[in-house]
């Protein structure tokens, strides 16, 4: 059974560009999350949908959102890049409320 | 808010050694608690997880405890290996919704 599995794996970006990341989740998983990882911050929650739903969302300014489709695959997307959003951003699927949470090995993004 | 504390922020042990890391949350409502392991480049590796109607759960050389009136839990390693160096995170969370994490604890183990 395949592992969640997210797109592109590195990429480079200027400030002020944006981009958006990929992400499938386990098959069968129709919760899939998505977290930043810095050095400074830590990991830290950005959102989770649930059967093309925003269930939740962290304490990001409104520059990152999210979507998910009907297959349950995820975009998120970052737009007018800053330096700080350099960083490691991880997706992760579960079968829903209760179930255990599976991540992806992430999408590194370096701001220049 | 909701906050995690995760300490040490490094363990290094000989190798056979065990390794305890402790994690104290503040939610009194969060009911599941996973343990992940990271290596470098790659993404966090669950390897063990318990919910607040548990205890203690044990998986071969791994354990994680769980005191609900303390609000802590620990994960405890035994005869460590040196496979077992990596970056440890705990987390919290209510119905595993949104995982609130410690900040993680780098574990050395020397052959």
């Known amino acids: 059974k395949a592992g969640v599995t997210q797109t592109p794996r590195y990429l480079i970006k200027t400030r002020g560009q944006q981009v958006t990341l990929s992400c499938s989740p386990i098959?069968?998983?129709?919760?899939v999350s998505w977290y930043q990882q810095t050095p400074g911050q830590g990991l830290q929650f950005l959102f989770e949908?649930?059967?093309?739903?925003?269930?939740n969302k962290g304490n990001f300014p409104g520059r990152f959102s999210g979507r998910q489709f009907s297959n349950s695959r995820s975009e998120m997307n970052v737009s007018t890049l800053e330096l700080g959003d350099s960083a490691l951003y991880l997706c992760?699927?579960?079968?829903?409320?209760?179930?255990?949470?599976?991540f992806g090995e992430g999408s590194w993004l370096t701001v220049v | 808010g909701e906050n995690v504390e995760q300490h040490p922020s490094t363990l290094s042990v000989q190798e056979g050694d065990s390794a305890v890391i402790k994690c104290t949350y503040s939610?009194?409502?969060?009911?599941?608690f996973p343990w992940y392991k990271q290596e470098l480049g790659k993404g966090p590796q669950l390897i063990i997880d318990?919910?607040?109607?548990?205890g203690e759960k044990k998986d071969q050389r791994i354990a994680v405890t769980l005191n609900k009136t303390a609000k802590h839990f620990s994960l405890h390693i035994t005869e460590t290996q040196p496979e077992d160096s990596a970056v440890y995170f705990c987390?919290?969370?209510?119905?595993?919704?949104?995982?609130?994490f410690g900040t993680g604890t780098r574990l050395q183990v020397f052959p």
């Open positions: 992760a699927s579960s079968a829903g409320h209760g179930n255990t949470i599976y």
């Open positions: 098959s069968g998983h129709r919760s």
């Open positions: 949908y649930f059967s093309e739903t925003q269930r």
């Open positions: 939610d009194s409502a969060s009911n599941y």
């Open positions: 318990i919910r607040s109607n548990v």
């Open positions: 987390a919290a969370s209510k119905n595993t919704d949104k995982l609130i």
